[in-house]
């Protein structure tokens, strides 16, 4: 696996490694899923797009690698101070963005534990 920078942090190596399957862009394979989904999931805002939603579910993907694969309940208050810096064009405020971040933290968990057992 891949060494994670923290985007949050100015491009710094966090020593933590990326989930298995992640691009240097930030891309992963759920990318695909989340964007044909994220209208139907529970957390939905309506008259929010994808342009809203991509950044959280990035933010959620990396974050758990950089926060050496905490339980998101750990990472939470830092997840939320860092939200502001992380969201670019992002109109979802934290309490919004939340559910979608958190759905990436626990699905990159799973990617990693699929992989351990795997391999």
Do not use: C
Not at 52 to 76: K, L, N, V
Not at 78 to 85: F, H
Not at 109 to 117: R, V
């Amino acid at each position: 696996m891949d060494k994670v920078s923290d985007p949050v942090n100015g491009g710094a190596d966090t020593g933590a490694r990326s989930v298995p399957g992640a691009g240097d862009d930030g891309s992963f394979p759920e990318m695909a899923r989340y964007r044909r989904d994220y209208r139907d999931a529970s957390y939905y805002s309506t008259g929010r797009t994808w342009s809203d939603y991509a950044p959280a579910y990035r933010y959620g993907h990396q974050q758990w690698a950089a926060h050496d694969r905490a339980a998101f309940e750990q990472a939470e208050a830092a997840l939320e101070r860092d939200w502001n810096a992380a969201r670019g064009a992002s109109r979802l405020s934290w309490i919004e963005a939340r559910p979608a971040v958190m759905a990436a933290w626990l699905d990159a968990d799973a990617l990693a534990a699929g992989a351990a057992t795997a391999g």
